[in-house]
């Protein structure tokens, strides 16, 4: 067998358990396609996965947000070539029978088990793709901005498909991370009125800083050293039409709830590392809030952050950090530590 590619690999189960291992270039079926990858971005979910907090199917080559280019297609392949730049859902083997399925919502499948935790992922050479998961990248766009694709078609799916922030909305966001910042410009893209942020102490030095530079939010509060809920019901008036909660702290959903104003609409994207949290249940039911809670991208959630991409209004390269796959041990640590914001590994190369 030809061990052709250097892969980072989940051995087992348990904490920890992952290393760099020589894995056989994958073969491609007639609907497939062989992908050269070029960036593959680390998500929390791959961080859980190292420290044994997500469900996975090891031995598994770990990494699901990915942008690269086609080397080999299947007999069967009719929209695209090689040569194609190309990112791609990560909704692999959902089953297309379920009720789930039928109803166009394959991301949400039970069955499926994507790349990266159910079947190989992208941090490695190669990477083995079904066509009809594919989007091509847009001329202008870099294969490094495209690999932040999945993370903003995320947020794309539930801000503009889901939630659909419209003109004049006064939006919260709980969190200063990439899906913070990318939910931020998209509110702007929509029309909102007031975007405020709500962060760390930790977050000002370099947070902070990008999300200036990207003009994407009117007001930052501290929210340890600052009472975020009379502030921004001073700002608001009446409180938030909209709180996106992309932090996954139980104290950031609790305020959540308390500066919606009523009939307000909560939108949690940000995955917690607890099993509970605990919420004031009583204030939302008084309220009547609409919670929405986001697992995944649709297949125009793609589209439409694509689209926005291509047309300059959202900006991903201020986000992005870039290291080498066998440095996949400080990318985490520099995620884990807030000192980047987003980190690609790029594959080792014989």
Known sequence: M???????????????????????????????????????GICGTDVHIVHDQFAYYPPVILGHEFSGEIVEVGAKVTGFAKGDAVVGEPHNLACGKCYLCRNGHIQNCMDKRSIGWGIDGCFTNYLVMPEKLLHKVPEGVSLKEAAMMEP?????HQLLERAR????????IMGVGPIALLAAQMARIAGAGKIILCGCTSDIEYRLEIAKSLNCYDLFIDVLKEDAASIIMKETGIGADLVIEASG?????????KVLKKRGLLCAIGMTARETVDIPWNEAMMKVLDVQFNMSSSYNGWNIALSLLASGKLKVEPLIGVRPLNEWQEAIADLEAGKAMKMLLTPIED
């Open 165 to 172: 922030v419209t003109p004049g909305d006064n939006v919260v």
């Open 2 to 40: 030809d061990f052709g590619m250097k892969a980072l690999v989940k051995t087992q189960k348990g904490e920890g358990f992952v290393e760099i291992l020589d894995r056989p270039v994958p073969t491609y079926g007639d609907d497939e396609v062989l992908i050269k990858v070029a960036y593959g």
């Open 249 to 257: 702290a139980g104290s950031a959903i609790k305020t959540a709830i």
């Open 152 to 156: 903003a078609a995320i947020v794309a």
